[in-house]
């Protein structure tokens, strides 16, 4: 009986539990308990009436969600295979979206074109949760790279899949959509192009002003505080700075106002989000550069490459990867605020959200910002993959 | 021929190497020995111009190197560094390659030569050529940064510390390696090490630095038995020195005829180690055998203890 009692690991409980697993199902419980499924709204101005699922939904579909919550809460809360993890939360991100967009068409009077219905502040709590739970399965399951983008691109089949079926239709976000769609794309091609517009220019700029900080030194301190100080200037206020010297330009250079420059709308802008864009790749250029193994910089030069071969050949394919995280922190920052652009009439999603506060209309707010919220996070996902890729051939050096 | 012609280099007030000047002849090895900050790892630096000299002249084949652009001399000398410096996010056959490429050898001719070093420093082709240099073990990497400093079949090569970073059994070999490879290629090195023993068993020649100056300049028999300084004396250090001078001589040199009992060494034992087998195996004789195993003759430890007095 002895022996029995000294071969039992001394770590072992009857049941396993899950750590995050357990904050996970926490927040699933108390949104589900305490929190409105949807909002249900007379007209698109007024305060909303919170209306739990089993009043939102056909009595099957709320039963299918309250099966999945439970199944959830569950896979969650105890320790269990990284796939099952996964596949719930997914399903469960998928029922949770779909009858969302059922209770709109449930909760909506036939012929009544007034009311609203948004998602309530359960539906949000539970799209975090699941999300988290969805998100920290993959992190679990340690996908390299390419899968990574794989997995992305199916999410984002999935999504167009549901917009185009018309599922959510009946939500107000969508309805906000439908009476401005055209204006919602052309906003949605300008915000694309003040993002990667002012990414591509600090490119071009950052990257030699770059190399030519990391040469000199006395350059390079020059450099980096302008450039941090230009960092701490709010946009609002940066938009203000520029007005007066771009309506100069647009005055006195001769086809400067012909091709659109002028002292508000989309150049301060633009012009604004570049200056905030260099930072990060001038910084992150000159540590990349930095990072490149002296010993590698002595060879190559002791072996009679020029410079300029040097360059090309040694120290930048070496920073690269130091340079692409610059680059992946310009292009999410910039989708971000390239939403103040649309206080100074410089276009973008923003355009929307300032809208929809202007109105207290919420749902045009979201209409502006969950694009916004998407294109950062796939960019995010996108150019890390990128920079992991291009780590692995160096990753075991030093 | 390498000619350095009274070579100086100054940082402000401080001089680095002060009006150093040797001659390096074709085919030979030459150390420069010398304590950390004693100007050896500039002087070399200054023949391949990667410290440019603030007087002096450096000729080699009669031929002043200020005459060429400094890169384009450097692809025709061979560089090896202790760090062996090689690019990480490149395959061996690439880091070989480079200075091939940088001269515009044909592909073929590129490819052939990167194989035929792998060969000669014992790293099979189809095995090596591909991997990264995270890949490899601290002793392959430093024989692929030799490689790589060969590559172009320089006349002269180059090395600061190559040895340095390596353990003590991979280091002995990598030296004998570097011997055998000088005899096949007959390249002329220039080496530069902070260890006198590593100095006096590769050197033809060593050139002892202290504090920017040349101390002595002769061969490893002379240095020992004839220290210029006391510096120099100190390098070599009186524990050493009996050892040293007979680890320049083997023992097939000193042999005669005659019968021992015992183990035999092998003729091309250094006499240092054939002491130390005297002293081991309590023996005052020992036999002598050639390559193949037949004794030809004998030592015996009076000899050695001859040889391992100050010359006179």
Known sequence: MSDAATVLPSRARPVAIDRLGVLIALIIAVAWIFLPFATDKANRIVQGQGRIAFDSLPPWQAALLAAIVALSLAVAFFRTPTLWRLLVSVAALAILLILMGQSAFFLTPPGNKLVRISPGAGFWVLLFAYLLFAADALTRLKLPPWLRIGALALAAIALALLLVSGDLNGLSIMKEYFVRADAFWREALTHMILAFGSLVAAIVVGVPLGILAYRRLRLRAIVLNVLNAVQTIPSIALFGLLIAPLAWVATHIPGAAAIGISGIGFTPAIVALFLYSLLPVVANTVVGLLGVPPDANDAARGMGMTDRQRLMGIELPLAFPVILTGIRIVLVQNIGLATVAALIGGGGFGVFVFQGIGQTALDLVLLGAVPTVLLAFAAAIILDAFVELTSIRQREEA | ?312
């Open chain 2, 1 to 312: 021929m390498i000619e350095i012609d009274e070579l100086t280099k100054t940082y402000g007030a401080a001089t680095v190497v002060d009006n150093v000047s040797l001659r390096v002849e074709d085919g030979e090895i030459v150390v420069v020995v010398g304590t950390s900050g004693s100007g050896k790892t500039t002087l070399l630096r200054m023949i391949n111009r990667l410290v440019e000299p603030t007087s002096g002249r450096v000729r080699i084949d009669g031929l002043d190197t200020r005459d060429t652009p400094a890169y384009e001399l450097r692809r025709r000398i061979g560089y090896a560094i202790q760090g062996h410096g090689l690019f990480p996010h490149r395959t061996v056959g690439q880091n070989i390659a480079t200075v091939p490429e940088l001269l515009k050898w044909p592909r073929r001719k590129i490819d052939a030569r990167v194989d035929e070093l792998l060969r000669l420093f014992q790293l099979e082709p189809r095995q090596y050529r591909n991997r990264l240099p995270a890949e490899l073990s601290g002793g392959q990497q430093q024989r692929v940064g030799v490689a790589r400093a060969l590559a172009a079949a320089p006349k002269l090569l180059l090395m600061d510390e190559p040895f340095g970073a390596l353990d003590p059994i991979i280091r002995a070999k990598a030296q004998e390696d570097l011997v055998e490879i000088q005899k096949q290629l007959g390249t002329t090195i220039l080496l530069v090490t902070h260890d006198m023993e590593e100095a006096i068993h590769l050197g033809n020649r060593i050139a002892v630095m202290d504090d920017g100056h040349l101390l002595q300049y002769a061969s490893p028999r002379e240095i020992i038995a004839r220290p210029a300084t006391s510096f120099v004396g100190e390098l070599i250090g009186a524990g050493e020195r009996p050892f040293r001078l007979l680890s320049l001589t083997t023992v097939g040199e000193i042999s005669h005829p005659g019968n021992a009992q015992g183990a035999p060494v092998s003729a091309g034992m250094s006499l240092r180690d054939a002491y130390a087998e005297c002293l081991w195996s309590r023996r005052t004789t020992l036999p002598v055998a050639d390559a193949s195993g037949a004794v030809i003759g004998m030592v015996t430890l009076h000899d050695l203890e001859q040889r391992a007095g100050r010359p006179a």
